[in-house]
């Protein structure tokens, strides 16, 4: 396992770095850069053309003057950064622990993210919790009451799950209600220390549309896994030996049954992230989507680099967990 483990930490360090490029590259490749984002928001603000802005000078402030290597230099750390007031070059990047500094605010990255990274896991953690609550009894339910009045209830709610897209889902939830009872999800948000309830309330509509869409492949895939199971000679015998289908089912089936099913919910973490993106903007919550959505408009490419790694890093180690995990389930797996 230890091996395994170093072997696997080395790996992470590799993709984070291709991850960390391919951002890097991606966000600038965009047409238009964060001054081209400043003269128009200048320019809409004053109703005005501000041909006299000089545009070499915030460039040099900002530090995109340099070609692409250097500025992706200067971010990982192996570069020194001019100060742009006194000039003096120092090093501050990935290699110091540091994500820059925001273009448009100045204030570090890290900073910005601590502050909303709180939302983003709070929302996602929820959304699994309410997948896994749906999906796991309904799967479990439809395999071993297969082709009953129960199976194709869930197995249909499972497909009108795939099919419904969850960005619908949610403006209808905000624009219905609205309309028809006079309510709306309060745009503000409720600290958790102030008041614990309302804080789940509000997260509540959000992650349940989100954990909705997520469990229907997790619904499935616990289906076709428990049937597969149940097929098995080692049931079989559990059942000659008259043991109680709680015991047969929760004790012997179960646990061997989920090991697909904790790997489609490690895969569904980019997906849930994404989701997570657009549940923030329509439900006005202050996490990492809503900050990386809003930095990306503005070609604020430190931020949105910061917002991606720190995504990346989320989905590789909860990947490792994954197969870790598997080791626990099934006892036949062993790491060398």
Known sequence: MRQYLIRRLLLVVVTLFMVSTL???????????????????????????????????????????????????????????????????????IFQGSLGASLKLGAPVTDMIR?????????????????CLIALP?????????????????????????????????????????????????????SFREDPMGNLMQFLIPAAILGTSLSAMIMRMTRTMMLEV???????????????????????????????VVTIVGATLPIMIGGAVIMENIFALPGMGRLMTNSLLQRDYTVVSGV??????????????????YAYLDPRVRYR
């Not at 939302?119 to 997948?131: K, N, R, W």
């Open 23 to 93: 951002v890097f590259l991606s966000i600038r490749l965009i047409p238009g850069d964060i001054v081209d984002s400043l003269i128009a928001e200048l320019q809409r603000s004053s109703g005005t053309y501000l041909g006299t802005l000089d545009r070499e000078a915030l460039e040099r402030l900002w530090g995109i003057d340099v070609p692409i290597y250097v500025q992706y230099g200067r971010w990982m750390g192996v570069l020194p950064r001019p100060d742009p007031v006194t000039g003096e070059e120092s090093f501050s990047g």
């Open 115 to 131: 502050g909303r990274m709180a939302v983003t896991f709070e929302l996602g953690l929820m959304a699994i919790a309410i997948a």
């Open 138 to 190: 309904v799967g479990i339910y439809s395999a071993i009451r297969q082709d009953t009045v129960g199976d194709y209830v869930g197995r249909i709610i499972a497909i009108i799950g795939l099919s419904t897209p969850n960005f619908w889902l949610a403006m209808m939830v905000m624009l219905y209600p609205a309309l028809y009872l006079g309510w709306s999800p309060p745009v503000a948000l409720i």
């Open 230 to 260: 149940l097929r098995q000679d080692y049931i079989r015998t559990a059942w000659s030996k008259g043991l109680k289908e709680r015991v047969v089912v929760t004790r012997h089936a179960l646990k061997n049954a989920l090991i697909p």
């Open 308 to 325: 991606n790694l720190v995504f990346a890093t989320a989905v590789i180690v909860a990947n490792l967990l994954v197969d870790i995990s």
